[in-house]
């Protein structure tokens, strides 16, 4: 009886969460853990076809870090600490993703040659 009710609040939860996201693209930090998990619940599918992962981001725009960690990448950037209650960790998320954003978007930098400068 446990397990039958665990499952329908699964299902109901996940249910939820489609709703929430209305088909938008899903954000988060290893998106590949989090998709996988809300995938096995029936309606799982439904909730976004796109998921953005700012954990494979990350490795991409700021390949120097020593961790690519939210809570490392977060208490590195100044952005709002990671606690792991859902609040707080999306307004972390939020942080990092504009500072991926601008990462990502900056132009590549020029070398002597393009830019006739000599060093």
């Known amino acids: 009886m446990k397990t039958l009710r665990a499952h329908q609040a699964q299902k109901e939860a996940v249910a939820a969460l489609a709703e929430f996201v209305g ?14 998990f809300i995938e096995r619940v ?14 494979a981001l990350s490795r991409i725009a700021l390949p120097r870090l020593s961790s690519h960690k939210l809570s490392s990448m977060a208490e590195a950037f ?3 600490k990671v606690t792991h209650r859902a609040s707080d960790d999306v307004d972390a998320l939020c942080g ?3 500072i991926l954003l601008f990462r990502t978007h900056e132009p590549a930098p020029r070398s002597s040659r393009q830019t006739g400068i000599n060093a």
Do not use: E, K, Q
């Open 23 to 36: 088909g938008l693209p899903v954000l988060a930090h290893n998106a590949t853990f989090d998709r996988t």
């Open 42 to 55: 029936p309606g799982g599918t439904s909730v976004s076809d796109t998921w953005i992962d700012t954990l």
């Open 96 to 98: 990092m993703w504009r």
């Open 78 to 80: 100044g952005t709002m």
